[in-house]
């Protein structure tokens, strides 16, 4: 464990002002990608950074034991409809990923080993963000496969990421480990979905929490 | 089955004007409460009727395989502060109740058969609401217990109902069977949950998809 970890666990910015937005989102998860368009530009109207922090459903879902809401009697036909209708109503581009739900074990540790290189080109929170968003469009906007390794690292590489170094990282134990363990630190703070905000504390779950996310911003709760 | 049980399931109003707003609920149900104060302020903005349709979600979960969201690891701790939270986001009073979920079948059954009573005072959808509405108040806001039919008629007569009739008709097939093919039609139509709105054809689940009917009634889709 470094303190890199540890710090990005209760975030603390440097320059003394509010605490970052937490987002936990999972790539297999359509919410998550229509909240991933919207959650940066909300915090920037309340001069908040936002922490992205990927996980998998599927461990949440054997502690919940949930399964894939598409994949559910009666909610997965319904489901579907009103993804295709909240990306018409998020104004965004939308084909439902075939095959759905995917694993995206790779991109998830792509995305924290990404957090993780502090200082480098690409490094850091920023650059982690772009290659998120880069992996949303291109599972719900491009009709592109992100399942694999080498498609992930073909990706980032695009945006300016060390191939080398990214395709050498997705075999390492402390990369697959970062990721296991955001995940159970996730689940010891009660993530139970995704998308998931917490916001000085206060939790959110769902894309269709975010008209709660922002009057918190803008009021301090209620 | 009589007339008026088909004649409810595919709404014609009388007047050639639009399709009355189904409104599908669980009293047991925290969100459910939330929405039947909601729902009808909003349809009368733009002139629509609201046609309230009490279901049961025992019968949903086994088609779906799901349990009440209370009771799922993870999602009961999460849901219990979420709905305490959007209560004061609508601006309503809210005590969980003690038990929950707790059996609503007489309550489902007498606003079915309140709704039968046409022509009788306190009959129709006018009378229905009022009572569904005061159930829900009873059961959330007063800390009552409405789960026995001596609670529901109690209630009922109240508000004016003849409760020798409501708790004479309670104990009948007719009335039992009304509600059983009441949530079967639900589940054929693709209800998957409560509150769960239908606007000319068009399926929104949850309370937190009311801003969602709300556009879609004053732009008629996107």
Redesign the interface.
């Known amino acids: 464990m470094t303190d890199d970890t540890t710090a990005s666990t209760d975030p603390e910015p440097d320059d003394g002002g509010p605490a970052p937005i937490l987002f936990y989102f999972e790539f297999s998860s359509p919410y998550s990608y229509f909240a991933a368009h919207k959650i940066d530009d909300m915090a920037r109207l309340y001069d908040r950074a936002v922490e992205w922090r990927p996980i998998l459903l599927g461990p949440?879902f054997q502690?919940?034991?949930?399964k894939p809401l598409t994949e559910?009697?009666?909610?997965g036909?319904?489901s579907k409809?009103?993804m295709a209708?909240c990306a018409?109503?998020f104004g965004l581009t939308f084909d439902f990923p075939d095959p759905f739900p995917f694993p995206a074990v790779a991109a998830a540790r792509a995305v924290w080993w990404l957090k993780d290189q502090k200082g480098e080109a690409w490094g850091d929170e920023e650059g982690a963000h772009k290659l998120a968003l880069a992996l949303f469009d291109a599972a719900y906007a491009d009709g592109r496969d992100i399942r694999s390794a080498e498609a992930v690292v073909e990706l980032a590489s695009g945006l300016g990421v060390d191939a080398h170094a990214l395709s050498t990282a997705l075999g390492e134990q402390a990369v697959k480990d970062r990721l296991r363990v955001e995940i159970e630190r996730a689940?010891e703070a009660?993530?139970?979905?995704a998308p998931f905000f917490v916001v000085d504390g206060e939790?959110?779950?769902?894309a269709?929490?975010l008209?709660?996310v922002e009057?918190w911003l803008a009021t301090g709760g209620?």
Not at 190 to 193: I, Q, T, Y
């Open positions: 949440l502690s919940s034991g949930n559910q009697p009666l909610k036909v319904y409809h009103d209708r018409r109503f689940v009660g993530v139970c979905g939790p959110f779950w769902g269709d929490r008209d709660h009057r209620w």
